[in-house]
């Protein structure tokens, strides 16, 4: 009778509930944390790594005939709005895959040849913020009969707040081409590397003389004729540099302020300073700075400290900075009496004086 008394004093302390299984509700509420971080963090190193040029496979570049040129102008702004949507993965898939979605460029480089645009270029993709095809895409000078969607799928993948960027040097000497960036989006912004015309003419020359050592000499393809010293403005290395007469064109479908004019020579000499101006211009912060710098004194030029997706130094390959030949005094004092009305009229133009003379 007594241990069963026991037995029934001790019942109600057998039938008491667990107790609360408070330990493991934190346990799961730090692995959703821990679940979420590692989601956040993969979405936005993919996002990054998709940028890195060479990976987007492209079609090979066809030359454009100036017959699908034109059928592809007389569809009209409404076929190119329509061939210029935005690509239709939602942004919960895109979270997901980490893969960002390619996009029509916000900004290009559009000039000029020998400026400096491959620097400027590298210099910029220092920034989070921007993603940058490597190869020049050509889409406005030789490619528009491929179509937006073709231009588009050379993009690299960016994520919300990136801007989407390319550079192609002879857009800013194409007549067609200002025409052709303003259908695909009239907000598009522009930048233009120049360089003093007669330094430029001379590093074109260059370059054509390194893959093309028989040519004539620089004297001898700059006049028409020396006698009279009729400057010939046929020859491309010439006409590039008559910036004044190439803007007025681009004046017609972009207001200047539209247009950014980065000096080619303060790139060499203050390039953060010159980053520092792009970087406003595109509406992004001020990241890259004279920390990313050195002066590299076997170029002649600066190099980034650690370029886009490495930690090792990067300098510009051998085909930048080359040796220039010596040309004839008389003929570079001849070419920079020949540019002086036209540099005058661009300082005018630009509102900026670039010092070339």
Same mark, same amino acid.
């Given at each position: ?9 001790d ?13 493991v ?5 730090l692995?959703c ?23 987007a496979?492209r079609?090979?570049a ?8 034109a059928?592809?102008? $007389?569809?009209?702004?409404?076929? @190119?709005?329509? #061939?210029?949507? !935005? =690509?239709?993965?939602?942004?919960i /898939?895109?979270? %997901? ?17 020998k ?22 895409p ?11 969607a ?28 200002p ?21 430029? $003419?001379?590093?074109?020359?260059? @370059?054509?003389? #390194?893959?093309? !050592? =028989?040519?004539?000499?620089f004297? /001898?393809?700059? %006049? ?18 008559i ?48 920390k ?9 030029f ?18 930048k900075g ?24 661009f ?11």
């Amino acid at each position: 009778m007594g241990q069963r008394l026991i037995c029934c004093l001790d019942a109600p302390s057998a039938l008491q509930p667990p107790p609360p299984l408070l330990p493991v509700r934190r346990k799961l509420l730090l692995l959703c944390i821990m679940l979420f971080l590692w989601l956040y963090m993969f979405y936005s190193c993919a996002g990054s790594c998709a940028s890195v040029p060479g990976l987007a496979g492209r079609p090979a570049a066809a030359a454009g005939s100036g017959e699908a040129a034109a059928t592809a102008g $007389a569809h009209g702004e409404g076929l @190119q709005e329509q #061939s210029a949507a !935005p =690509d239709p993965t939602s942004p919960i /898939s895109s979270f %997901f895959n980490g893969s960002g979605t390619k996009k029509l460029p916000q900004a290009i480089i559009i000039g000029v040849k020998k400026g400096g645009t491959r620097a400027l270029l590298e210099f910029l993709r220092v920034h989070p913020d921007i993603r940058a095809v490597g190869a020049e895409p050509h889409f406005f000078d030789r490619n528009y009969e491929q179509g937006f969607a073709w231009y588009r799928d050379l993009m690299p993948r960016t994520l919300d707040g990136q801007i989407t960027m390319e550079k192609t040097p002879s857009y800013f000497v194409t007549k067609e081409a200002p025409a052709r960036i303003s259908a695909m989006s009239k907000g598009t912004k522009l930048i233009v590397v120049v360089r003093d015309p007669v330094t430029r $003419a001379i590093s074109d020359y260059t @370059q054509t003389l #390194s893959k093309k !050592p =028989d040519i004539p000499t620089f004297e /001898s393809l700059t %006049f028409k004729n020396r006698t009279t010293g009729l400057i010939d403005t046929s020859w491309s290395a010439i006409q590039i540099g008559i910036y004044a007469k190439h803007l007025e064109n681009w004046l017609l479908y972009f207001p200047i302020g539209q247009i950014l004019f980065v000096s080619g020579e303060r790139l060499i000499s203050d390039p953060a300073g010159e980053l520092g101006r792009v970087q406003d211009f595109l509406g992004l912060k001020r990241i890259i700075t004279d920390k990313h710098f050195y002066f590299n004194k076997t170029k002649g030029f600066p190099c980034l400290k650690k370029a886009e997706g490495s930690s090792k130094p990067h300098c510009l390959g051998k085909t930048k900075g080359r040796t220039h030949p010596n040309i004839d005094r008389e003929v570079v004092q001849r070419l920079r009496e020949f540019y002086r009305p036209f540099n005058m009229k661009f300082y005018q133009m630009t509102g900026h004086d670039f010092g070339w003379d």
